[in-house]
């Protein structure tokens, strides 16, 4: 699966921004999809995932109540809505899928990810 996330950009705090995952190589309908960030100085963190029909969405704490995923299969794009941006939300934010059919673990975790995108920038502004 290769995975082209876009959608970065500079915001004040407090708005909004759209990011887009873009697969291709595998039936996107087989695949969970998660986003992960990345601050300078920091660790990779997990924000948000989504299973392979839509129907179950797995949130990080940081970001629930602001953060929302969705998936369009027939278009091969997931993609996450950031709402109410603070500076603390400021990072490198990267896709990743998981293409393991009978996985069943955490989608937390980096681990549970085979396929990884580019990144695209986040900054929020305050």
């Known amino acids: 699966v290769q995975l082209q996330a876009s959608g970065g950009g500079l915001v004040q705090a407090g708005g909004s921004l759209r990011l887009s995952c873009a697969a291709s190589?595998?039936?996107?309908?087989?695949?969970?999809v998660g986003w992960f960030r990345q601050a300078p100085g920091k660790e990779r963190e997990f924000v948000i995932s989504?299973?392979?029909?839509?129907?179950?969405?797995n949130y990080g704490d940081s970001v629930k109540g602001r953060f929302t995923i969705s998936r369009d299969n027939a278009k091969n794009t997931v993609y996450l809505q950031m709402n109410s941006l603070k500076p603390e939300d400021t990072a490198v934010y990267y896709c990743?899928?998981?293409?393991?059919?009978?996985?069943?673990?955490?989608?937390?975790?980096?681990?549970?990810?085979?396929?990884w995108g580019q990144g695209t920038q986040v900054t929020v502004s305050s």
């Open positions: 190589g595998r039936t996107f309908s087989t695949v969970t």
């Open positions: 989504v299973s392979r029909s839509g129907a179950t969405t």
């Open positions: 990743a899928a998981n293409s393991r059919p009978y996985y069943s673990g955490s989608t937390s975790q980096e681990t549970a990810y085979d396929f």
